[in-house]
């Protein structure tokens, strides 16, 4: 992987590992890549948290410690191991770190050196044989209705650094693709009935799979509960008609709600 040409794109999200909330962080972009062959061992770095709230995150007061260990790690292993950083969990009172290394056997030499700057947290560390890159593509990697939390995210992301204001209501606009206009029609039957407007439809002939296009569009805020229940809703009912969902889009509103 040529480092000035590859862009990480590293997102948090929610979910729960082992009946428990957890936070993931994750490069996204890994995925395009994965699995990297002469990487092909995992290194999963343990570190207890000094203080927990019974949800199993830390207090405030201990995130900027966990910020200056994850730097440092990441600096030294990708350094010294030639390793990726591909992850970390937030999960029951540890922090966890995930590489993929070439070699793992200075794995606690480097890891020393870090501790010794933290000497108030320990820290243990486990390495296995992961070719494939199940710890980073199965257990790292969100499920589709977490990457399409995380696509959402972006956009309202994009929204507020434009000025936006979540409170006014407007149109958002979704795009959605089906194999065949009998699905597509079907889809939009049953979406109608809920207030969507049907802004486009038509054949797109160089998407061989799903060439019958569809957009629609809904008044919204844009504020994340709003836009989570409608996009999951659109999309978790585009996979029982074969379709795929490609996102949504609104315009930027800077005024107040009375206007």
């Not at 009946?19 to 490069?27: E, H, N, Q, V």
């Not at 994340?224 to 996979?239: C, G, K, N, T």
Request: proline share 5%.
């Amino acid at each position: 992987m040529e480092e000035n040409e590859y862009q990480p794109d590293w997102e948090v999200y929610l979910c729960q590992i082992e009946s428990r909330p957890a936070f993931i962080g994750l490069d996204l972009n890994l995925s395009s890549v994965a699995p990297l062959e002469e990487q092909d061992k995992v290194v999963e770095v343990t570190v207890p948290l000094l203080s927990v709230r019974e949800d199993g995150f830390p207090e405030d007061t201990e995130w900027e410690a966990l910020g200056e260990i994850e730097d440092l790690l990441a600096d030294i292993f990708e350094t010294g191991l030639e390793a990726v950083f591909v992850g970390k969990t937030l999960n029951g009172g540890f922090r966890k770190f995930y590489f993929y290394a070439r070699e793992v056997l200075m794995v606690e030499h480097y890891l020393t050196e870090v501790a010794e700057k933290f000497p108030q947290y320990s820290f243990e560390a486990e390495t296995w044989e992961d070719p494939e890159w199940e710890t980073y593509l199965e257990f790292l990697f969100p499920e589709p209705g977490d990457f399409q939390k995380i696509q959402n995210l972006k956009v309202l992301r994009n929204l507020e650094e434009n000025g936006d204001n979540p409170e006014v209501i407007r149109q958002v606009v979704h795009y959605l693709y089906f194999p065949n206009e009998a699905s597509r029609e079907k889809y939009w039957q049953e979406i109608a009935a809920k207030g969507y407007a049907k802004e486009e439809e038509r054949f797109e002939p160089d998407l061989a799979e799903t060439p019958y296009k569809l957009r629609i569009s809904l008044a919204s805020k844009t504020q994340e509960e709003p836009i989570h229940d409608m996009v999951l809703y659109l999309w978790s009912l585009a996979q029982e008609y074969g379709a795929e969902y490609d996102g949504w889009e609104t315009s930027i509103e800077r005024g107040d709600t009375t206007t």
